[in-house]
């Protein structure tokens, strides 16, 4: 089976974006996902959004998710209801606010509105955040409670997550619990065990992560682009 | 010291009565309400005036946040449209009896009661409309508990009483994570708390298979849960709920107790609208 790529936090860098596409060119990648972030408030997004919605030949087709600063810039620009871009207000002030606009063209919001929240593609979950919102960021030091409910709440055996940037792979690989439980039928007790799942961090601009779901291997790489030339990836 | 939980009361004024003096003739003085004093029932501001007088503590239900906010929940929290209609019907005739008082009463109450370790919420502590059902995944139970960071919550919504407890759960793990140097793989072993859901069953809405009302009795001395079953007078509520023109189904299901009627299709579902 041919891999996937997954990426995310391009935050309107095209030279990060080109870097992992020549990249990719290279390797036996059939499929890429870009797990949201595509903009942010520090540069002009949209050169990076057009190549996006009309690659480039010998790009390889990406699929897009919406992530959290889309759901900012969405939200501000009035396609979420009532709400507002509340938590970038919050975390950043008027001026983040701005930029964030500034870095977008109007003409693209139809584009980005567009997105779906994420993919559920054969057994694995691709998402921004988790299921329970597209801010959630889970890291390798979450607790693995909560990485085994935003698994159980997919119904997922993979949730690839992009939110913290982190690139990590988290397996939960064995335990269980004791539920006991009483009612007005009387007392049963039950033993659940913990399912073999995988909670995988995709990284952020050149770091990406390489996904082979025939063998569920998996390897994070980072782009040899032209910030730093030693690699922090390994395969 | 003892301490009642009562939830689901659904404008039945029969049965919220018989709760109320099991409980005063058992000498408990502590109680707590987790919502969904409305709904389905014939006698909404009867009902929420009872539980004003005697000041009872309590939590915002779904039909509570219903009635404040109008309908906003989909489709999906009923079985059919038949369900889906009898449901608005009661939820228009609800909100049209409730008094202005009643109903900034009802907007008042809170999402969540906490005292100490012990946390009181309607449905779940994500939503008014979550059912914790006594069958639910068991990670996902403690995941519910533990991240309201409470040694036991105390739920209603599903109408069915129960105590579940959950221990000796341990995670085991495999760490790896991109780094210059990523060396061998972190294994890890977690150990899970104990933690414990504590269903309080309905009071004027039972299902549970009978026609009693139900509610739990948490002994702080032991620690303890005790489920209560308390007859009442049904017969004096369905006729209320015909004399009101709701639909007759109500009566019919509290005079049988049935479990299953018209329970959620998909429980598990929390609606996002
Ligand atoms: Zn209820
Ligand atoms: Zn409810």
Known sequence: MAMWALLSGLRGDLTVYAAVQAELRRQRVDTLFVLGDLIGPEREANALLERLQQPRRGDLQPHCIYGWWEEQLLAERGFRGERRADALRQSGGEAAVAALLQAVDPGHMAWLASLQFGFVELDCALLHGSSTDVGDS????????QLLDRLTRMEANRLFTARSGEQFCVELCGGGIESRLRDLEGERQQHQSVPSRKVIGVGSGLHYTLYDPGSDHIAFRRAGGPIHATGRGFV | MAHAVISCLHANLAATEAVLCDIDQLGIDTITCLGDLVGY????????????????????????????EGLNSCECSYPSQLAERRGQRAHHWTAAQLSEENKAFLASLPLSLRRDRLLFVHGSPNSQHEYLLPDMNAFAALERVEAAQADTLFCGHTHRPYVRELREGVIKMRLRRAVANPGPDIEREVDLPVRRIVNAGSVGEPRHGGTSATYVIHHEQDDSVEIREVPYDVERTCQAIVAAGLPP???????????YAERADDASHVCER
Not at chain 2, 49 to 56: D, N, W
Request: charged share 25%; net charge negative.
């Open chain 1, 138 to 145: 889970l890291t390798a030091d979450t607790a693995p409670l």
């Open chain 2, 41 to 68: 029932g014939p006698q909404p501001n009867e009902v929420v005036e009872l539980i004003r007088a005697r000041q009872i503590p309590s939590c915002q239900g779904c039909w509570d946040e219903d009635i404040i």
């Open chain 2, 249 to 259: 189904l109500f009566a019919w299901r509290l005079r049988h107790g049935f479990e």
